[in-house]
């Protein structure tokens, strides 16, 4: 198997995660532009439905796969793993499309309240199989090692879906919003489509180089360690994911209770969620990458029981994010206006910007705190306390804001983060025995304390 360092590793996909968050962060714009917020909204809408589907069929399966090809004794047998794992979640995909074909009538009409979603939900289904086939493509390259693979796809799969979206833009002019939500939608599939042939060719071009050979791992007890595996993991995701795209699918019709007309609301929600949240989570590109950086760092301090280790690893994560919060949250606060104008050509956008940015330490605070927990194997933990906030601000939705308004919103989301940053961290100090020193927490952080974060060099050795 081709030697990789995690190092490496590493910053090949911290590349792609940046080159694919600033090709997504045009996309977005470009997109804003040309559907409007309106527009923006009605794709809102859609996008919670596919991302609870896809998680129901292939989230789980991904991490699952990924796991069990990096303990694969050889290079053969990681790659006969793959096919199992392919008819497994492609199986379970097209049920889901199947599925969304159906339900996409009651679901438009009944859920979303909007029966312009119907045939965008019809079509944007079609992508699940080939989402979910990429997937395991994907986990079988991060499995062995391959970062420039799953890396390249990301970016190609953006470039495709931006492409296709441009290219029919320019030789069309659709009449009404949601015929231009068809062409988002048609973009959206045709990258998934695109990044699915390309990793399965890379695939295919490692069996061949492999050459013929039979499979010492018996498919039956392989997919009964695989489920094992992915089903807690899909059962977890699916309820933060489902409980996350209610909250989003309720916000226009709150607004509408609030005194908006559905036009507004939709346009508010598009506002909000495609245009402001991008701005203000863009930063979590970094936090994303500390999180993955303390998985082993925390889990091998604890294991040793070096707790000086462990302790200078929380103190050190949690001080660069509390900084790197606060400089984003004022970033924002202070541009917010100008980035809506400029960007989105939206003072609403500019204000939701302003008003969120009060919370961005806490956003980015939750994505450290869940690196530090899942290397302590509180991911039970985190569900609950996910779950609790998720539920207490869906509450504030449905029976505060339309009384008070936008703003109640805003403080909802300021509150349940509070709150699940505080529960997070009192699970946190129950398991690990450190102390959190406020005094050293307020303390700048050094350059140096960067390097904690570098993971060690590693190399997997196989028989081929």
């Known amino acids: 198997m081709k030697k990789n360092t995690a190092v490496a590793g590493t910053l090949i996909l911290a590349a792609a995660g940046l080159a694919t968050r600033l090709i997504g962060f045009i996309y977005r714009i470009l997109m804003s532009r040309w559907i409007g917020s309106e527009g923006m909204g009605l794709f809102g809408l859609i996008s919670p439905v596919y991302g609870f589907t896809f998680t129901l069929c292939g989230s789980g399966v991904y991490m699952a796969v990924s796991k069990l090809v990096a303990e694969a004794r050889t290079d053969r047998e990681a790659t006969r793993l793959v096919l199992p794992s392919l008819l497994l979640t492609v199986s379970l995909s097209a049920a889901a ?19 312009r979603t119907v045939r965008p939900l019809r079509l944007i289904s079609l992508a699940l199989p080939f989402c ?29 879906r931006m492409g296709v979206i441009g290219g029919i833009a320019l030789l069309s002019s659709p009449d009404d919003l949601e015929a231009a939500c068809m062409i988002v939608v048609l973009g959206n599939v045709a990258g998934d489509l695109f990044s699915c042939l390309l990793t399965a060719t890379a695939y295919g071009i490692v069996c061949k180089k492999q050459g013929k050979g039979s499979s010492k791992t018996p498919a039956v007890p392989f997919l009964a360690k695989l489920l094992g595996i992915a089903f807690p993991l899909t059962v977890n995701r699916a309820i933060g994911s489902g409980l996350s795209g209610f909250e989003n699918i309720i916000i226009p019709k709150v607004l509408v209770r609030s005194g908006m007309s559905s036009t507004a609301a939709l346009s508010a929600y598009g506002e909000l969620n495609g245009m402001a949240f991008p ?40 001080r660069l994010t509390l900084y790197m919060g606060l400089f984003f949250g004022l970033l924002f606060a202070l541009g917010g206006n100008w980035l809506g104008r ?6 609403s956008a500019g204000h939701y910007i302003v008003l969120l940015s009060v919370v961005c330490p806490f956003f980015y605070l939750q994505s450290v705190l869940g690196g530090l927990m899942n290397g302590l194997d509180l991911q039970n933990d985190s569900l609950v306390h996910t779950v609790l906030c998720d539920g207490i601000r869906i509450l504030i939705l449905l029976f505060i804001v339309p009384s008070y308004g936008f703003n109640a919103f805003i403080a909802g989301l300021l509150g349940t983060n509070i709150l699940l940053s505080l529960l997070n961290l009192r699970s946190l100090l129950r398991v690990a025995p450190v102390r959190i020193r ?27």
């Open 342 to 347: 400029v960007l989105y050509d939206s003072a």
């Open 132 to 160: 979910a086939a990429g997937n395991c493509f994907k986990a079988y390259f991060l499995g062995v090692r391959r970062m420039a693979i799953p890396a390249v796809s990301q970016i190609l799969e953006q470039l495709a």
């Open 97 to 115: 499309m199947l599925s969304l074909q159906f339900l996409a009538l009651p679901l438009g009409t009944g859920l979303l309240g909007d029966v």
């Open 279 to 318: 701005i203000i989570f863009f930063p979590t590109l970094l936090t994303g990458a500390l999180s993955n950086n303390l998985l082993p760092i925390v889990s091998s301090a604890h294991a040793s029981g070096s707790y000086k280790r462990l302790q200078r690893a929380i103190e050190q994560s949690l």
């Open 438 to 464: 406020v005094l050293r927490l307020l303390a700048p952080p050094s350059p140096a304390s960067l390097r904690h974060f570098l993971p060690a060099r590693s190399r997997q050795n196989r028989k081929g």
